[in-house]
């Protein structure tokens, strides 16, 4: 089963640069749709972005398109959710997960999440 492990979170102003990143080890991505997904306390979480490993077209949520970008780095194994322009209401525990797809087997896996707090 695949492993996955967020980084990248922090203190960061709002307007400024943010990267997280998902690195997975364990097993292959092939099979995987990684998505990343926000929570804010006393709510579930909800869907922001995700991508299938073997590539094709992104999704995202509305709330975050044409800010964020999702992205993978075969090289490193890892998928990066990049935004240049966070928002106040960008502020969550930022969770990584892989669904497999066609081919692949298991249940969704859940990274560890990683706090994001943007400030004015």
């Known amino acids: 089963q695949v492993q996955l492990v967020e980084s990248g979170g922090g203190l960061v102003q709002a307007g400024d640069s943010l990267r997280l990143s998902c690195t997975a080890s364990?097993?292959?991505?092939?099979?995987?749709?990684i998505m990343w997904f926000r929570q804010v306390p006393g709510k579930g979480r909800d869907f922001v972005a995700g991508?299938?490993?073997?590539?094709?077209?992104?999704d995202y949520a509305g709330s975050v398109k044409g800010r964020f970008t999702i992205a993978r780095d075969q090289a490193d194994n890892t998928v990066n959710l990049n935004t240049t322009n966070p928002k106040l209401e960008d502020t969550g525990t930022y969770y990584c997960?892989?669904?497999?797809?066609?081919?692949?087997?298991?249940?969704?896996?859940w990274g560890q999440g990683t706090l994001v707090t943007v400030k004015a």
């Open positions: 364990g097993r292959t991505l092939d099979y995987y749709y």
């Open positions: 991508i299938k490993w073997k590539g094709g077209s992104p």
């Open positions: 997960a892989g669904d497999p797809t066609v081919g692949g087997s298991g249940p969704r896996v």
